[in-house]
Nanobody, 116 residues
Framework: QVQLVESGGGLVQPGESLKLSCLTS????????MRWYRQASGQEREFVAQ????????IYGDSVLGRFTISRDNTKSTLYLQMRNLQPEDTATYYC?????????WGQGTQVTVSS
């Protein structure tokens, strides 16, 4: 059974940092590219970042480029998202995701709130 469990969210002030984790199980983590998405209240889900199976290449959404860093530890089956210089517009629920064939798998999400 595929499981994705995000953690590390919380309430921070503008300019601060957070590191999210996505602990996975039930599939061969190292075989799949992984992604982070986010969804703010009342808005559509937004692509944040993607990483290849080996971690040697990454892609970022325009709104987070230069501030967020996606990484992975295949020995721990865990995906990470280091977020720096957080701003109120980064407030959202953050989800990890991957495709297994045509089926997409999502975690339950972790809430990030940026407010002074």
């Amino acid at each position: 059974q595929v499981q994705l469990v995000e953690s590390g969210g919380g309430l921070v002030q503008p300019g601060e940092s957070l590191k999210l984790s996505c602990l996975t199980s039930g599939f061969t983590f190292s075989s799949y590219p992984m992604r982070w998405y986010r969804q703010a209240s009342g808005q559509e889900r937004e692509f944040v970042a993607q990483i290849t199976r080996t971690g040697d290449d990454t892609i970022y959404g325009d709104s987070v480029l230069g501030r967020f860093t996606i990484s992975r530890d295949n020995t721990k089956s865990t995906l990470y998202l280091q977020m720096r210089n957080l701003q109120p517009e980064d407030t959202a629920t953050y989800y990890c995701h991957f495709y297994q064939g045509a089926q997409g798998h999502w975690g339950q999400g972790t809430q990030v709130t940026v407010s002074s």
